[in-house]
Structures are given as C-alpha cells and as structure tokens.
C-alpha cells in the first residue's frame, strides 16, 4: 500500500463522506436496515471513508414506491419549471466544484486532471437536461379513416432504474438520472459499492439542494449479496439504465427481458487505435499514449490495442515507450502525477495475472513497472501471439499493446477480431482515407486523427456487439426515457361492421 504521509494525499474531512454515508429514500436520510457495512475505502492510502450499512430488499420497495408516488405529480410538472432544478444543480457542482474533485481524487484514485475531465463533462450533461426537458414533441399523423385524428404523444416511462459503474460515478449517474428526471421521470439510483458517495448520494445531495421535490430521486447503496435482483425485477421500473461489464450486461439484459423492462446498456470495451502508414507518428503517439493510460486504464473507451502499420513499427513503438516512460506514477492528489491507483488491489492481481499469462505466452514487455498495492505502473506489450486472449478482452488497467498489421485489409480485421465494438480511432494523413476504414470498424464510435475516449452530450453514444445496448445522449435519451402513446379521435361518427 502506498504510503498516506505526503500532505497531497489529504482526503476531504471525514466528515464529509460520513454525513453522506446514507440511504437517501423518499427525502430522507437514513442508515440502512442490512446486516452488514459496505466500507468505502482510498484506493491509494487505505484510509477508510465511510462505513454504510446496506439497503436490504425491503428498502428497494420503498424506494420504488417512493418514485412511483412521486412521479405522476412531476410529469405534469411544466417543463419550464422541471428544468430550473437542472439549472440550479449546474450552479451548485460548480459552486463545489473543488470539494467535489477532492472527493473524486479520494474514492476512485482519480488524478486531479481526471477529476478536471469527469467534472466538466458532468456540467455539460447537465447542461444538456436543462434543453431535455423542453426538447420532447409529439405528431399528428393522417388516418385512411375519413375524419379520424391520430395524435402521437412523448410520455415519461415513469420510473427508471439506474446501476452506475466506479470509474467515472459521478459523471455516469448524472449521465442517465439527469435526462431521465427532466423528462419527467422518477428515478432510482444504485451506485457501484467502491463509489456510494460520488456515483449515489453527492448526485443525490446536489439535486436535493436543487430543489429536486423528495421521492423523485432515491439512491439505494447495496450490493446484489443482499438484494438479488430486485432492483431489475421489481415491477415498478420500465426501463434500466446500466453501465458496467459486460458481464454483468449479459445478466441484466436477460433478466429485464424476462420482465418486459427496456434495458439500456453500455458495457465494456475493446478499442483499436490505428496508426496507418501516412499518419503524424508523433500525434498518433500523444493520442494513443491519452486513450491507453487516461484513469489507469479504466475507460471503456480506452485504446486496449494500438495497432501500427509495420512500416512505422520501429519508431512508433521507441516514441511510444519514451513517452509512457514520462509518466508520473504516484498520489492522484498530487497535480503533477499521470497515474493513480486502481479501484482496488484485486483489481491490480487481475491485471497483473493478464500481463505474466501474455508474457507467458510469447510476448515481449518493453516496459514493465512495479505493482505496490492499488499502484500499476505502466507496461507496454510486443510480440503477442495472434490467438493470444489479452486481444480480445478488456483490460482495465494501465497496460498498452502494440500490434503491427501489414496493409488497411490486415488493420481492419484484427480491429474487428474482438466480442466488443465500443469506440477507436484511425490516425492518417487522408481525412477519407480514415473514414472509408472508420466505416468498415464494428463500433458504435470512432475517431479520425484523435483519441479513443470522448464523450459529449448531443451526439449518440454507445455501443455494437458485447459493448452494449441502445444509445444515450441527445435525441438517444428521449428514445431512452420517454415512449411513444397513440391517441386517436373520430370526428364523426365511425361505421362499424356489425
């Protein structure tokens, strides 16, 4: 475990987690009824945060019902009036804007600059509700039958669940709970158990001081130990906004079929950064060394694979090392460290398991660092064997391979031999040279002469194949969160057959 004497390593007061180390249901604050604690811990120091005693299944249902109570009441809310709840919370996050990067650099081991980057995309979702909640049109549509109206309304699902993940918690609930609530739903929230305070009640705190009327939102902090699956079975929620493994994905999306709910999700990631043979090799350096080693690695959207054209192979790869050799490891409090810690030390085993099976395997580590408790040093890998499994997983950690392919035919199927299809990038001299390959890319997102990891409010995001569900953002979050009722009047009187 790194060592907490450093003053850079000062968490918030104790304080400030504990006052936030509830359930928040129906507008209250209250410890849960479970058994047992969820201890929320610093990945870099090991100093325990908060202790939070689960919410049981019980408290599922009345949260739920909380929702449900509260929801009709907020959908014929005029949306001009949901909307100044979003407008105040914009001003509160940036009003504590400090506290709550401190708070970030605290629970997840986030790096100053990755507190920064979470905290302004936050601000632009929120941004994004404000617009939301004014943005849903219905249609009227022609009939075959003489004198027939066919009114199509936009309404609220009604109450939606949310399951965020812990490596952007703060910026991924309020991604979904949002949306959903300036639409007119009600929600309720259950944060990843390493992030209760930034993923559950801090999003649930600012809203609360927003002006969000009680019941409309309720964060549950627990673990599927104790509940199961009621947060999916529960018969209240229509639609279920996951973010996560896919995995877990897999689960949730079987179980919401088998319950008739609308499951979005956005799942993991395989991305392929493509260096071709006319790119700038010093920017498609600067943008793969970003896309791999941003957050150590836990991005969804991280480049896991960087695949370079054979004919720049050998400078590539010395530039690329160079540079990640340049990284600072070390305290996320500190402003001048790269990287922090992962969530947790199994987490580092995990990786550290995936780097000695591939070195195992065949391949060559041109750069391999330490592991000290939560703390991964970079490794950069070569030489893999084309059926080696690192390819066509998910590493969720600071480690980058280098993979060389001969000709555009080669880049494109090695950059589809993977179960995942989230984001990537293409990195060339020919804007359309890139997006004629962009094109023939199985992912949902991918970037010309850029990075792998982008996210913004109006243009759709998600996923193909294991990586995921549907799309939010944008016009993506009104297909999420809202349906479509039929309406028809008959002006006159209808003839009928018998």
Known sequence: MASSSSSSSASPSSDYFTELAHQYIDGEWKPGSGSWDIIDFNPYTGEKLAAITVATAAEVDRAYRAAERAQAAWAETNPYTRRLVFERALRIVEEREEEIAEAIVAELGGTRLKAAFELHLAKEFL??????????????????????????????????????????PFLLSIKSVAPALALGNAVVLKPHQNTPVCGGTLVAKVLEDAGLPAGLLNVVVTDIAEIGDTLLTHPVPKVISFTGSDRTGRHVATVCAQNFKHAVLELGGNSALIVLDDADVDYAVDAAVFSRFVHQGQVCMAANRILVDRTLEAEFTEKFVAKVKTLRVGDPADPATHIGPLINSQQAEAVSAVVEQTVAGGATALLRGPVEGSLVSPTVLTGIAADAPVLSQEIFGPVALIVPFDGEDEAVRIANDTPYGLSGAVHTGDTERGVRIAKRIHTGMIHINDGTVHDEPIVPFGGEKHSGIGRLNGEAMIEAFTTRKWISIQHGRSRFPF
């Open 127 to 168: 941004r994004e509700a404000i617009q939301l909640a004014l943005r849903p049109e219905g249609s009227i549509l022609p009939s075959p039958v003489d004198g027939k109206e066919n009114r199509v309304y936009r309404l609220p699902v009604g109450v939606v669940g949310v399951i965020s993940p812990f490596n952007f």
